[in-house]
């Protein structure tokens, strides 16, 4: 199995525009999350989902924030519009409850200028 | 009071010593227990899980204390490889996984 895959693994876009992040988990999941991580904050969880159903969305940091996925193999974490405070770089981590360890995606290196 | 607390450091450690450090949780309710090892600019990756009665790998030692509600993550005869930042993590209730900050260990020849 390839592991989690993020895509793009970075992004420099400017402030307003609209960024979506994409994430592969692994064959087999049924969780996935998003998480943003940096310096000043740490590893944040701003999302997960079961089963394609988003569990709890209480990290998210506003409306401009948005998630989704579709099916079992793909996930969209969508900011718009897009702001320098965003810049970070936002994880995807997949698991199962059999398996408990989360396997991470390479992250996006987000930059907002 | 944050969900995971954690010593941010950094810990600067002689080659070949010994370090320890913890992490506190709130949610007493939390059911498993991780340590997860990051190196800088990459992904997080599992150490080791954390069992009630304690465990060993290797040169690692992880600790629970429920009472207290805190995890322990003990590194001994340290090696220069061994720098990175240690995150730990409850598993609470619906398998949500929420990290902690981190503490950053610096090895030293």
């Known amino acids: 199995d390839a592991g989690v895959i993020q895509s793009p693994r970075h992004e420099v876009t400017e402030m307003g525009q609209e960024v979506t992040l994409r994430c592969k988990p692994i064959?087999?999941?049924?969780?996935l999350f998003w998480y943003r991580q940096t310096m000043m904050r740490g590893l944040e969880l701003l999302i997960y989902?079961?089963?394609?159903?988003?569990?709890?969305d209480s990290g998210m940091p506003e409306d401009r924030f948005s998630a989704k996925m579709p099916n079992a193999s793909f996930s969209t974490l969508k900011i718009q519009p897009s702001e320098p405070r965003d810049s970070a770089v936002y994880f995807c981590?997949?698991?199962?409850?059999?398996?408990?360890?989360?396997?991470f995606g390479q992250g996006t290196r987000l930059t907002v200028v | 009071r944050k969900e995971v607390e954690q010593d941010p450091g950094p810990f600067n450690v002689p080659e070949g010593a010994t370090v320890a450090f913890n992490c506190t949780y709130s949610n007493s309710a939390s059911q498993s227990f991780f340590w997860y090892r990051q190196d800088c600019r990459k992904e997080p990756k599992l150490l080791m899980s954390?069992?009630?009665s304690g465990n060993e790998d290797g040169r690692f030692t992880a600790q629970l204390n429920r009472a207290s509600q805190y995890i322990s993550l003990l590194i001994r005869d340290s090696k220069l490889s061994d720098s990175a930042t240690y995150l730990c993590v409850p598993q609470a209730a619906g398998n949500k996984l929420t990290f902690g900050g981190g503490t950053r260990v610096l090895v030293k020849p």
């Open positions: 989902f079961n089963n394609n159903v988003p569990i709890d």
């Open positions: 954390v069992y009630s």
């Open positions: 981590a997949s698991t199962s409850p059999q398996l408990i360890v989360a396997f």
């Open positions: 064959s087999g999941h049924d969780y």
